[in-house]
């Protein structure tokens, strides 16, 4: 069989894609931390792959066919995060709403998020249909408040998925407006009452209807202080080890430093530490073996 290329032109051919991919790879693999999940942002501290963002946050976001919160009661779907405000907009589809009664279940957070990520000031939990004997009627009352000027009455009325209630007794039964800490400490079925709804952006809502109230959960995040800003300066993507979870700034996928990358260390230093190098070296030899073979 013949050679459709002059064995020289191969040899040529075969050093030009070496180092065509020598240039190439050390640029692709710049950041080695998935930097989007469909069109929402992963930035610091956040991280998709294990190693990336900060260690508070590992295993919190899921990337699946959307970006997932993973919490103990459940992957609620991440709408948003706000880089600038550190706020994450998160829904539960199996929340009732205005428009969609379904039934309660609880809304729980690891401890560690509730230290670092928990629900914000201006979410409000509307625990509804709750039984006379609920301790949020009675010992625990000073925990309900009305928020921009708005009764449950509002719900009950306004509401054609919470309409029901009203209809079933023919007065209002029980509701209560709270904060996150109230469900945090007490569990819904304590609470003693059949259904919740969450909203957000509360302290915009003055006058504005239950029907055009923005339903979810803003949870506000804080950014651990590690340094983080003087590795991204450097151009590298703040990320820990996964088994000590200590911080490290991720340069390339085969250079790691823990503050900073130094200046050029993408190019020198992966170029000489570049594990396909001897493996090309070793084909692209064999190749030349076989050329030389082949001329003899
Ligand atoms: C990712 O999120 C989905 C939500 O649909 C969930 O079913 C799945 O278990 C999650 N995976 C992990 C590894 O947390
Ligand atoms: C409202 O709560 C009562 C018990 O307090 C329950 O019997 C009733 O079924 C609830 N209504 C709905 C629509 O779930
Ligand atoms: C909340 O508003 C309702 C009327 O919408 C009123 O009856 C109730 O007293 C108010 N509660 C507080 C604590 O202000
Ligand atoms: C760099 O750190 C990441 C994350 O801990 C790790 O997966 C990777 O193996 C490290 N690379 C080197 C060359 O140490």
């Known amino acids: 069989m013949q050679l ?29 931390c998935k930097t989007f999940c469909g069109n929402i942002p992963i930035n610091y501290p956040f991280g998709l792959d294990d ?6 946050f590992r295993h919190m976001l899921n990337c699946s066919i959307d970006l997932f919160f993973q919490t103990p009661s459940g992957a609620y779907k991440v709408q948003s995060i706000d880089y600038d405000k550190n706020s994450m907009i998160i829904y539960d589809p199996s929340m009732s709403t205005c428009s969609i009664l379904q039934p309660h279940h609880d809304f729980l957070m690891t401890d560690i998020q509730s ?3 928990p629900p914000s000031q201006d979410t409000v939990f509307a625990l509804l249909n ?17 928020f921009s ?4 009455d509002q719900l009950y009325g306004s509401c054609n998925a919470f309409r029901i209630f009203h209809l079933q007794t023919n007065s209002s039964p029980p509701c209560c407006f709270t904060s996150y800490n109230t469900v945090k400490f007490i569990s819904m079925n304590i609470l003693d009452c059949t259904h919740y709804t969450t909203v957000f952006n509360t302290d915009k809502l003055q006058g ?4 055009d109230w923005v339903y979810g959960i803003k949870l506000r995040f804080s950014v651990p202080d590690t340094g983080c800003e003087s590795c991204r300066k450097s151009g590298g993507t703040c990320g820990f080890d996964t088994e000590t979870e200590g911080p490290i700034c991720l340069c390339s996928s085969f250079v790691n430093s823990t503050r ?7 190019i020198s230093k992966g ?26």
């Open 51 to 56: 190693g990336c963002g900060a260690p508070q």
């Open 149 to 152: 000027g708005h009764g449950c």
């Open 260 to 266: 900073e990358c130094a200046a050029g260390s993408i």
């Open 271 to 296: 170029q000489k530490s570049y594990p396909w190098t001897n493996y090309q070296l070793f084909l692209l030899l064999g190749a030349f073996l076989h050329i030389v073979a082949r001329l003899l």
């Open 130 to 146: 709750c039984s006379i004997d609920s301790p949020v009627l009675n010992h625990y009352k000073y925990l309900c408040f009305n």
């Open 115 to 117: 230290a670092i990520i």
């Open 4 to 32: 459709p290329l002059s064995p020289f032109t191969t040899f040529k051919l075969l050093i030009l894609l070496l180092t065509l991919q020598l240039q190439a790879f050390p640029i692709l693999s710049i950041s080695p």
């Open 208 to 211: 504005v209807g239950p029907l």
